[in-house]
């Protein structure tokens, strides 16, 4: 049997020698060797940089978000093949479809982000521009663009697919090039997976590659632009971290550690409440999802010391009911741990925790399994240990990376905190309580040490995506132990694939180089409206210039009629001359904002298709009867929809008073027609 090919530098690559075994972890079957002998790393990596970078740099965020889409796409038509290819891992159906069908999820997740939050052009522009001088005439602003290296993956065995993709989908879209490295164990899934891709043809050449086998070398040849993501243990991920180039030219290093996650039951959540049902139904969910070998799983199950035994018995009663055996068969729960040697580990962290406790459900040495030999699958059962003295270190410093989890006593919420602390920094904890205010007290005390916390009760619970869930909207990571890092967490995932630099320029040079109108820029003023230009005729700068119209007092008056807000400013003369903000009556300001469209506004059918909202809208002087007011149009950003026959227009709104005090500001949004085909 051949070694997993490599795909590097353009080209599979099938190693000469004859590799490593892999196991099929149910069976102990030979499934597939592995070996990266005569793969040049550094080649893949400087391959990565010159054909892939430039690639994905030539694009825009749309464009990047519709091969996401259409990888995803892909990749879904072939879910039970991987399905198949999954339970070899010991994954049930419901374990693969978290790791397929999750990965395939993330891709859609950044997909839609990145067409409904980042526009259409090639850099990304961070928060608002900072005056800098008095005059106007210098002023800053950050913008991000892509890092001009590779986001090189190293993951854990235990999600073969998600772990890649949900580096692979933030990075594309960011604009880097991905290496992957799986894991040995599981290798042959991920590999599955990358032929599937590289054979759609869907992503440029260089965007993906993939090293199976040892890493190597590959760490001496990064640079300063390259990006490492790690997620697996924490002594590798120190390792690594600690790599003389890695230090030696600042590499950018985000690690996902496995961490001595927490749950925590409130003392409100007694048996026969549903939050204790949730508690124990969670708790057992996550020693068994996956065989427990999540990094996201409970490994530390907080509980007020009266409910100990209470917990203890609904817990056991739940694993009990538990069938562990082949995946492939409908009544199994859970499957086998990813091989022979996984199940050593973990019976070996088990033998250190039982030095602080001892076994209420469970048996480290037997299981009876279903359609499969116990001997040569990775089986174990499932095994709940309670340790009541919670002073004793190995519950809060030995994990048993597999179905594996420990109750401990706490007897407040102080206690609680300082339990959940313990572990030295987690990827995520969770609060199973109905009291808001033990859940404040737990969160706001557990928080520096969580990257993510899950208050659950039975108002979420239904709709609940559960404790041991990364989702791509929320980062993923923790501090300490958990490796310090974020991973997703919606556009900050795919900033931290860029480079942001702060630029420093007069207003028209800062909006030549961001292609956002900047105050203080030059406005064009032409013969046509800009709102009868379509998309493609207009420029950055076009301008409208409307007014003055007068502020009357029976304007006011109608209008606080006609909506209904007669708020005192407006109506009453005399209550309002003792507002220190007015000294007297005052026009509403949506009054202003809409005089200031009348104004504005080309009212024939056009271009503009419609209006569909107003950002940043402050009032920031008042408008008295008898003002004249003033409106500046201009186009500020233009963002052309991909497969589309319109686009966005951003519009700097200013309104000023005759002696020139602005009285609002905000941005409207529009969208407006591209050119007929042919024109």
């Not at 990565?48 to 259409?70: I, Y």
């Not at 994990?399 to 995520?428: C, D, N, W």
Request: contains cysteine; proline residues 6%; hydrophobic residues 40%.
């Amino acid at each position: 049997m051949a070694p997993l090919p490599s795909y590097v530098s353009g080209a599979w690559h099938v190693p000469k020698d004859e590799g490593t075994p892999l196991a099929d972890a149910v069976t102990g079957e030979e499934i597939g060797r592995l070996s990266a002998s005569g793969v040049d790393r550094a080649a893949a990596l400087a391959h990565g940089r010159r054909v892939g970078g430039p690639a994905l740099r030539e694009l825009t965020f749309h464009q990047r978000a519709a091969l996401l889409k259409a990888l995803a796409l892909h990749l879904r038509e072939h879910r039970d093949e991987l399905y198949a290819l999954s339970a070899r891992t010991g994954a049930t159906l419901a374990d693969s479809r978290i790791d397929v069908d999750g990965g395939i999820g993330v891709l859609l997740s950044y997909a839609s982000k990145g067409r409904r939050e980042l526009p259409n052009d090639t850099i990304l522009i961070d928060g608002d521009v900072e005056p800098l001088s008095k005059g106007g005439t210098f002023a800053g602003r950050h913008v991000c663009v892509p890092r001009q290296g590779v986001a090189v993956q190293i993951n854990a065995f235990n999600f073969p697919m998600w772990g890649p993709l949900e580096k692979l989908a933030p990075a594309f879209l960011a604009g880097m090039p991905s290496l992957i490295k799986p894991a040995g164990q599981t290798a042959y899934l991920t590999a599955r997976m990358v032929e599937l891709i590289v054979a759609s043809g869907i992503l440029p050449e260089g965007t993906l590659q993939l090293l199976c086998g040892g890493a190597g070398d590959l760490l001496d040849h990064l640079t300063e632009q390259d990006v490492v993501a790690f997620t697996g243990s924490a002594a590798t991920a120190r390792t690594l971290r600690t790599h003389p180039v890695v230090v030696g030219r600042s590499v950018r290093f985000n690690a996902e550690a496995d961490s001595l996650n927490c749950s925590i039951l409130g003392p409100d959540a007694r048996p026969g409440t549903a939050e204790f049902d949730l508690f124990v139904k969670q708790l057992v969910t996550e020693m068994t999802v996956k065989a427990g070998q999540k990094c996201t799983a409970i490994r530390r199950a907080l509980v007020p010391a009266g409910l100990l035994d209470e917990v203890a018995q609904a817990a056991g009663e739940r694993l009990a009911r538990v069938t562990v055996g082949n995946p492939a068969n409908p009544d199994v729960r859970m499957g086998a741990l990813a091989g022979l040697e996984q199940r050593e580990e973990v019976r070996r962290g088990l033998k250190a925790l039982l030095d602080a406790g001892r076994i209420v459900f469970g048996d480290p040495t037997a299981v009876t399994v279903v359609d499969a030999d116990p001997e040569r699958g990775a089986f174990m059962s499932p095994i709940l240990l309670r340790a009541d003295d919670t002073g004793r270190a190995e519950p809060h410093e030995v994990e048993a990376f597999g179905p594996v989890s420990t109750l401990l006593p706490y007897s407040s919420a102080e206690e609680a905190v300082a339990l959940a602390a313990r572990g030295q920094g987690s990827l995520v904890g969770s609060v199973v309580t109905a009291d808001p205010g033990f859940a404040r007290r737990v969160v706001l005390g557990a928080a520096p040490w969580h990257g993510r916390l899950l208050v659950l009760n039975e108002e979420d619970a239904k709709e609940s995506t559960g404790h041991g869930s990364p989702l791509p909207a929320l980062v993923h990571g923790g501090p300490g132990r958990a490796g310090g890092g974020e991973e997703m967490g919606g556009i900050r995932g795919v900033m931290h694939h860029m480079q942001r630099t702060a630029v420093q320029a007069g207003p028209a040079m800062l909006t030549a180089i961001t292609g956002r109108w900047t105050p203080g820029a030059p406005h064009t003023r032409t013969d046509v409206h800009p709102f009868r230009k379509h998309l493609e005729e207009l420029r950055v700068g076009d301008t409208v210039v409307a007014g003055p119209r007068a502020v009357t007092l029976d304007d006011i008056e109608h209008f606080a009629d006609f909506t209904g807000d007669t708020f005192y400013a407006h109506m009453d003369e005399e209550a309002a001359r003792t507002n220190p903000f007015f000294g007297g009556r005052v026009a509403h300001g949506y009054l202003v904002v809409s005089f200031a469209a009348g104004l504005f506004v080309s009212p024939e059918p056009g271009p503009v298709l419609a209006n569909y909202g107003l950002e940043n809208l402050r009032f920031l002087a008042p408008t008295f009867p008898g003002d004249e007011l003033t409106v500046t149009l201009t186009a500020k950003q233009i963002t052309p929809r991909e497969n589309a026959e319109y686009g966005e227009v951003r519009w700097d709104t200013e309104v000023t008073r005759q002696d020139g005090e602005t009285v609002a500001r905000y941005d409207v949004l529009t969208l407006v027609a591209k050119l007929p085909a042919g024109e």
